[in-house]
Protein backbone atom coordinates (compact mmCIF):
# COMPACT_ATOMS: atom_id res chain seq x y z
CA UNK A 1 0.00 0.00 0.00
CA UNK A 2 2.97 2.34 0.60
CA UNK A 3 4.01 1.68 -2.62
CA UNK A 4 0.89 2.60 -4.51
CA UNK A 5 0.75 5.56 -2.04
CA UNK A 6 4.34 6.85 -3.94
CA UNK A 7 3.84 5.92 -7.46
CA UNK A 8 3.07 9.12 -9.39
CA UNK A 9 -0.05 7.78 -11.48
CA UNK A 10 -2.58 10.47 -10.54
CA UNK A 11 -2.89 13.70 -12.88
CA UNK A 12 -1.39 16.87 -11.80
CA UNK A 13 -4.00 19.28 -9.50
CA UNK A 14 -4.33 22.74 -10.98
CA UNK A 15 -3.11 24.00 -7.84
CA UNK A 16 0.14 22.10 -8.90
CA UNK A 17 0.25 23.23 -12.14
CA UNK A 18 -0.33 26.20 -11.37
CA UNK A 19 2.82 26.14 -8.91
CA UNK A 20 4.62 25.06 -12.08
CA UNK A 21 4.18 27.71 -13.91
CA UNK A 22 4.77 30.52 -11.15
CA UNK A 23 8.37 28.84 -11.23
CA UNK A 24 8.85 29.08 -14.96
CA UNK A 25 8.48 25.59 -15.39
CA UNK A 26 6.15 25.27 -18.50
CA UNK A 27 5.41 23.23 -21.65
CA UNK A 28 7.86 24.38 -24.27
CA UNK A 29 8.98 23.51 -27.68
CA UNK A 30 11.70 25.63 -29.16
CA UNK A 31 10.40 24.09 -32.91
CA UNK A 32 7.24 26.46 -32.32
CA UNK A 33 9.65 29.05 -31.72
CA UNK A 34 11.90 28.34 -34.42
CA UNK A 35 8.27 28.42 -36.87
CA UNK A 36 6.85 31.88 -36.06
CA UNK A 37 10.68 33.17 -37.03
CA UNK A 38 10.92 31.41 -40.01
CA UNK A 39 7.14 33.59 -40.35
CA UNK A 40 8.78 36.71 -39.54
CA UNK A 41 11.42 35.81 -42.50
CA UNK A 42 8.72 35.24 -44.99
CA UNK A 43 7.19 38.53 -43.51
CA UNK A 44 10.92 39.98 -44.09
CA UNK A 45 11.49 38.77 -47.82
CA UNK A 46 7.81 39.44 -48.73
CA UNK A 47 6.50 42.99 -49.31
CA UNK A 48 7.90 44.31 -46.10
CA UNK A 49 11.08 43.58 -47.12
CA UNK A 50 10.80 44.30 -51.18
CA UNK A 51 9.40 47.63 -50.09
CA UNK A 52 12.47 48.47 -47.39
CA UNK A 53 14.61 47.10 -49.65
CA UNK A 54 13.32 49.32 -52.49
CA UNK A 55 13.17 52.33 -50.56
CA UNK A 56 17.22 51.33 -49.61
CA UNK A 57 17.97 51.05 -53.48
CA UNK A 58 16.54 54.16 -54.05
CA UNK A 59 18.43 56.40 -51.29
CA UNK A 60 21.53 54.75 -51.98
CA UNK A 61 21.27 55.12 -55.72
CA UNK A 62 20.48 58.86 -55.64
CA UNK A 63 23.40 59.27 -53.08
CA UNK A 64 25.92 57.69 -55.36
CA UNK A 65 24.46 59.81 -58.35
CA UNK A 66 25.13 63.06 -56.15
CA UNK A 67 28.45 62.05 -54.76
CA UNK A 68 30.27 64.84 -56.53
CA UNK A 69 28.39 66.69 -54.78
CA UNK A 70 29.21 65.87 -51.60
CA UNK A 71 32.08 67.08 -49.51
CA UNK A 72 34.45 65.04 -48.17
CA UNK A 73 35.81 67.08 -45.31
CA UNK A 74 35.26 66.58 -41.64
CA UNK A 75 31.74 68.06 -41.63
CA UNK A 76 30.38 66.79 -45.01
CA UNK A 77 31.76 63.01 -43.90
CA UNK A 78 29.85 62.75 -40.49
CA UNK A 79 27.26 64.48 -42.10
CA UNK A 80 27.41 61.07 -45.07
CA UNK A 81 27.55 58.81 -42.44
CA UNK A 82 24.73 59.93 -40.44
CA UNK A 83 22.64 59.54 -43.78
CA UNK A 84 24.18 56.53 -44.69
CA UNK A 85 23.06 55.12 -40.93
CA UNK A 86 19.61 56.59 -40.96
CA UNK A 87 18.85 55.11 -44.18
CA UNK A 88 19.87 51.81 -43.59
CA UNK A 89 18.33 51.71 -40.03
CA UNK A 90 14.88 52.96 -41.30
CA UNK A 91 15.32 49.83 -43.70
CA UNK A 92 16.41 47.05 -41.19
CA UNK A 93 13.71 48.34 -37.91
CA UNK A 94 11.10 46.70 -39.63
CA UNK A 95 12.47 43.40 -40.65
CA UNK A 96 14.04 43.47 -37.24
CA UNK A 97 11.03 44.28 -35.86
CA UNK A 98 8.87 41.44 -37.25
CA UNK A 99 11.88 38.80 -36.87
CA UNK A 100 11.54 40.11 -33.09
CA UNK A 101 8.16 40.40 -32.71
CA UNK A 102 7.55 36.75 -34.26
CA UNK A 103 10.08 35.12 -32.11
CA UNK A 104 7.96 36.55 -29.31
CA UNK A 105 5.05 35.25 -30.25
CA UNK A 106 6.59 31.97 -30.40
CA UNK A 107 6.88 31.91 -27.00
CA UNK A 108 3.33 33.87 -26.08
CA UNK A 109 2.02 31.08 -28.31
CA UNK A 110 2.75 28.27 -25.85
CA UNK A 111 2.30 29.95 -22.42
CA UNK A 112 1.13 33.42 -21.07
CA UNK A 113 3.77 35.91 -20.52
CA UNK A 114 5.52 36.51 -16.81
CA UNK A 115 8.81 37.30 -15.60
CA UNK A 116 10.39 34.70 -13.00
CA UNK A 117 12.95 36.59 -11.30
CA UNK A 118 13.86 33.11 -9.91
CA UNK A 119 14.66 31.55 -13.32
CA UNK A 120 16.88 35.35 -14.10
CA UNK A 121 19.16 34.63 -10.78
CA UNK A 122 22.35 33.56 -11.26
CA UNK A 123 22.77 29.62 -10.16
CA UNK A 124 26.21 28.18 -9.14
CA UNK A 125 24.79 24.74 -9.34
CA UNK A 126 24.61 25.67 -13.72
CA UNK A 127 28.61 25.86 -13.20
CA UNK A 128 28.78 22.16 -11.71
CA UNK A 129 30.84 19.79 -14.19
CA UNK A 130 28.54 16.77 -13.18
CA UNK A 131 25.34 18.86 -13.45
CA UNK A 132 26.49 19.89 -17.10
CA UNK A 133 27.45 15.94 -18.19
CA UNK A 134 24.20 15.13 -16.90
CA UNK A 135 22.36 17.69 -19.22
CA UNK A 136 24.65 17.06 -22.45
CA UNK A 137 24.70 12.97 -22.11
CA UNK A 138 20.66 12.67 -20.79
CA UNK A 139 18.06 11.20 -22.11
CA UNK A 140 16.63 14.39 -22.68
CA UNK A 141 19.99 15.84 -24.64
CA UNK A 142 19.72 12.55 -26.30
CA UNK A 143 16.06 12.76 -27.70
CA UNK A 144 17.15 16.62 -28.54
CA UNK A 145 20.30 15.94 -30.51
CA UNK A 146 18.16 12.83 -32.71
CA UNK A 147 15.21 15.37 -33.16
CA UNK A 148 18.34 18.53 -34.62
CA UNK A 149 19.75 15.43 -36.66
CA UNK A 150 16.46 14.68 -38.08
CA UNK A 151 15.56 18.43 -38.64
CA UNK A 152 18.67 19.03 -40.06
CA UNK A 153 18.02 15.93 -42.98
CA UNK A 154 14.92 17.06 -43.57
CA UNK A 155 15.54 20.68 -43.65
CA UNK A 156 18.46 19.89 -46.19
CA UNK A 157 16.39 17.70 -48.52
CA UNK A 158 13.89 20.27 -48.55
CA UNK A 159 15.97 22.82 -49.61
CA UNK A 160 17.65 20.79 -51.90
CA UNK A 161 14.44 20.28 -53.96
CA UNK A 162 12.88 23.65 -53.63
CA UNK A 163 16.31 24.87 -55.58
CA UNK A 164 16.29 22.31 -57.92
CA UNK A 165 13.80 23.99 -60.30
CA UNK A 166 16.05 27.10 -60.16
CA UNK A 167 19.17 25.70 -60.69
CA UNK A 168 19.08 25.51 -64.39
CA UNK A 169 18.48 28.96 -64.63
CA UNK A 170 21.15 30.68 -62.34
CA UNK A 171 23.29 30.84 -65.77
CA UNK A 172 21.32 33.20 -67.32
CA UNK A 173 21.75 35.73 -64.29
CA UNK A 174 25.43 36.24 -65.86
CA UNK A 175 25.17 39.84 -67.14
CA UNK A 176 22.42 41.13 -65.91
CA UNK A 177 21.82 44.36 -63.85
CA UNK A 178 21.88 44.05 -60.04
CA UNK A 179 17.86 44.93 -59.99
CA UNK A 180 16.99 42.01 -61.94
CA UNK A 181 19.76 39.32 -59.98
CA UNK A 182 17.96 41.12 -57.04
CA UNK A 183 14.36 40.51 -58.08
CA UNK A 184 15.36 36.47 -59.05
CA UNK A 185 17.17 35.86 -55.61
CA UNK A 186 14.47 37.28 -53.70
CA UNK A 187 12.30 35.06 -55.12
CA UNK A 188 14.40 31.72 -54.75
CA UNK A 189 14.63 32.45 -51.34
CA UNK A 190 11.00 33.02 -50.44
CA UNK A 191 10.45 29.86 -52.27
CA UNK A 192 13.39 28.52 -49.50
CA UNK A 193 12.19 29.74 -46.87
CA UNK A 194 8.48 28.19 -47.72
CA UNK A 195 9.22 25.19 -48.54
CA UNK A 196 11.89 24.81 -44.99
CA UNK A 197 8.58 26.83 -43.19
CA UNK A 198 6.36 24.07 -44.04
CA UNK A 199 8.73 21.19 -42.48
CA UNK A 200 9.24 23.06 -39.55
CA UNK A 201 6.13 23.43 -39.03
CA UNK A 202 5.12 20.06 -38.94
CA UNK A 203 8.17 19.11 -36.65
CA UNK A 204 7.02 21.95 -34.25
CA UNK A 205 3.20 20.01 -33.78
CA UNK A 206 4.92 16.99 -33.08
CA UNK A 207 7.04 18.08 -31.09
CA UNK A 208 4.60 20.59 -29.07
CA UNK A 209 2.30 17.47 -28.42
CA UNK A 210 5.27 15.66 -27.34
CA UNK A 211 6.86 18.37 -24.50
CA UNK A 212 3.01 18.76 -23.77
CA UNK A 213 3.18 14.57 -22.55
CA UNK A 214 6.05 14.80 -21.46
CA UNK A 215 5.90 18.15 -19.05
CA UNK A 216 2.21 16.30 -18.12
CA UNK A 217 4.20 13.32 -17.17
CA UNK A 218 6.64 15.12 -14.92
CA UNK A 219 3.61 17.02 -13.12
CA UNK A 220 2.23 14.02 -12.29
CA UNK A 221 1.55 13.07 -8.40
CA UNK A 222 1.35 10.12 -5.98
CA UNK A 223 -1.66 9.40 -3.49
CA UNK A 224 0.32 11.19 -0.86
CA UNK A 225 0.83 14.54 -2.52
CA UNK A 226 -2.58 14.77 -3.40
CA UNK A 227 -3.67 14.19 0.21
CA UNK A 228 -0.70 16.71 1.51
CA UNK A 229 -2.08 19.16 -0.59
CA UNK A 230 -5.49 18.86 0.27
CA UNK A 231 -4.52 19.19 3.78
CA UNK A 232 -2.24 22.45 2.78
CA UNK A 233 -5.57 24.01 0.96
CA UNK A 234 -8.68 22.56 3.34
CA UNK A 235 -6.40 22.00 6.55
CA UNK A 236 -5.57 18.96 8.30
CA UNK A 237 -8.38 16.90 8.91
CA UNK A 238 -8.10 15.29 12.25
CA UNK A 239 -7.70 18.72 13.80
CA UNK A 240 -10.84 20.40 11.99
CA UNK A 241 -12.18 17.28 13.36
CA UNK A 242 -10.92 18.16 16.83
CA UNK A 243 -12.06 21.82 16.49
CA UNK A 244 -15.21 20.92 15.63
CA UNK A 245 -15.66 18.32 18.95
CA UNK A 246 -14.69 21.40 21.28
CA UNK A 247 -17.06 23.99 19.76
CA UNK A 248 -19.67 21.50 20.30
CA UNK A 249 -18.54 20.73 23.61
CA UNK A 250 -18.76 24.15 24.58
CA UNK A 251 -21.75 24.89 23.10
CA UNK A 252 -23.02 22.03 24.63
CA UNK A 253 -22.10 23.20 28.33
CA UNK A 254 -23.72 26.53 27.42
CA UNK A 255 -26.90 24.88 26.76
CA UNK A 256 -26.52 22.98 30.12
CA UNK A 257 -25.83 26.18 31.57
CA UNK A 258 -29.00 27.69 30.34
CA UNK A 259 -31.31 24.16 30.98
CA UNK A 260 -31.95 25.78 34.93
CA UNK A 261 -33.84 29.08 33.94
CA UNK A 262 -36.61 27.04 31.44
CA UNK A 263 -40.01 27.05 31.86
CA UNK A 264 -40.60 23.52 30.68
CA UNK A 265 -38.86 20.84 29.29
CA UNK A 266 -40.87 19.19 26.53
CA UNK A 267 -40.09 15.23 26.32
CA UNK A 268 -40.70 12.12 23.94
CA UNK A 269 -40.22 11.04 26.73
CA UNK A 270 -36.89 8.90 26.68
CA UNK A 271 -35.64 9.83 23.11
CA UNK A 272 -36.11 13.62 22.47
CA UNK A 273 -36.01 16.83 25.01
CA UNK A 274 -36.49 20.14 24.32
CA UNK A 275 -36.12 23.41 26.87
CA UNK A 276 -38.21 25.99 26.07
CA UNK A 277 -38.02 29.16 28.37
CA UNK A 278 -40.94 31.83 28.47
CA UNK A 279 -41.10 35.64 29.67
CA UNK A 280 -45.04 36.41 30.27
CA UNK A 281 -43.98 39.74 30.60
CA UNK A 282 -42.52 40.37 27.36
CA UNK A 283 -45.12 38.72 25.33
CA UNK A 284 -43.05 36.84 22.60
CA UNK A 285 -42.55 33.71 21.42
CA UNK A 286 -40.81 30.77 23.59
CA UNK A 287 -37.06 30.79 22.98
CA UNK A 288 -35.45 27.31 22.68
CA UNK A 289 -32.68 27.34 25.52
CA UNK A 290 -31.40 23.19 25.08
CA UNK A 291 -32.33 20.33 22.88
CA UNK A 292 -30.99 17.02 22.20
CA UNK A 293 -31.57 13.66 21.68
CA UNK A 294 -30.32 10.21 23.99
CA UNK A 295 -27.62 11.06 26.63
CA UNK A 296 -27.98 14.73 26.20
CA UNK A 297 -32.05 14.42 26.49
CA UNK A 298 -31.14 12.18 29.42
CA UNK A 299 -28.53 15.03 30.55
CA UNK A 300 -31.36 17.53 29.74
CA UNK A 301 -33.87 15.74 32.04
CA UNK A 302 -31.63 15.55 34.94
CA UNK A 303 -30.49 19.61 34.71
CA UNK A 304 -34.13 20.52 35.08
CA UNK A 305 -35.45 18.11 37.24
CA UNK A 306 -32.31 18.97 39.67
CA UNK A 307 -33.36 22.95 39.04
CA UNK A 308 -37.20 21.88 39.43
CA UNK A 309 -38.17 22.98 35.59
CA UNK A 310 -41.36 20.93 35.32
CA UNK A 311 -41.41 17.92 32.30
CA UNK A 312 -44.41 17.76 30.05
CA UNK A 313 -44.52 14.50 27.88
CA UNK A 314 -45.67 15.28 24.35
CA UNK A 315 -44.06 13.14 21.93
CA UNK A 316 -44.75 14.26 18.67
CA UNK A 317 -44.34 17.88 19.81
CA UNK A 318 -41.26 16.84 20.81
CA UNK A 319 -40.01 15.92 17.39
CA UNK A 320 -41.10 18.23 15.94
CA UNK A 321 -39.37 20.74 17.78
CA UNK A 322 -36.37 18.63 17.56
CA UNK A 323 -36.78 19.13 13.95
CA UNK A 324 -37.45 22.24 13.40
CA UNK A 325 -36.06 24.69 15.66
CA UNK A 326 -33.18 26.54 16.73
CA UNK A 327 -30.91 26.73 20.05
CA UNK A 328 -31.53 30.67 21.39
CA UNK A 329 -34.06 30.92 18.59
CA UNK A 330 -37.89 31.42 18.81
CA UNK A 331 -39.96 28.36 18.05
CA UNK A 332 -41.67 27.73 14.41
CA UNK A 333 -44.77 29.60 14.29
CA UNK A 334 -46.70 26.57 13.31
CA UNK A 335 -45.94 25.00 16.55
CA UNK A 336 -47.34 28.43 18.54
CA UNK A 337 -50.62 26.83 19.25
CA UNK A 338 -49.12 23.25 20.71
CA UNK A 339 -46.86 24.91 23.01
CA UNK A 340 -49.20 27.57 23.99
CA UNK A 341 -51.25 24.62 25.55
CA UNK A 342 -48.56 23.58 27.28
CA UNK A 343 -47.22 26.31 28.61
CA UNK A 344 -50.68 27.16 30.08
CA UNK A 345 -50.69 23.57 31.62
CA UNK A 346 -47.52 24.65 33.56
CA UNK A 347 -48.66 27.98 34.57
CA UNK A 348 -51.76 26.19 35.47
CA UNK A 349 -49.59 23.94 37.62
CA UNK A 350 -47.30 26.35 38.84
CA UNK A 351 -50.66 28.68 40.20
CA UNK A 352 -52.30 25.32 41.67
CA UNK A 353 -48.88 24.24 43.68
CA UNK A 354 -49.00 27.92 45.08
Known sequence: MAGDKD??????????????????????????????????MLIATGSVGT?????????????WGNAEAVPLGPVGTHALIRSLCGVIGATLLPLFASLIGCALL????????????????????????????????????????AKTLAKLI??????????????GGFETLVGLDPIAIGTVAGGVVAQLVRSVAILVGAIALFDFVYQRRTWLAKMRMSLQEIKDEHKQQEGDPKIKAKIRQIGMQRARRRMMAAV?????????????????????????????V?????AIALKIREVATAAGVPLVENRPLARALYASAEIDRP???EHYAAVAEVIGYVLRLARARR
Open 7 to 40: QKTHDPTDKRLDDARAKGDVAQSPEVRHVFGFVG
Open 51 to 63: IAFARLGTALARL
Open 106 to 145: GGVFQARPMVIWSRIAPRWSKLSPIAGAKRLFGMRALVEF
Open 154 to 167: GVGTIAGLALRPFV
Open 260 to 288: PDASVVITNPTHFAVALKYDHNRGSAPIV
Open 290 to 294: AKGTD
Open 331 to 333: IPV
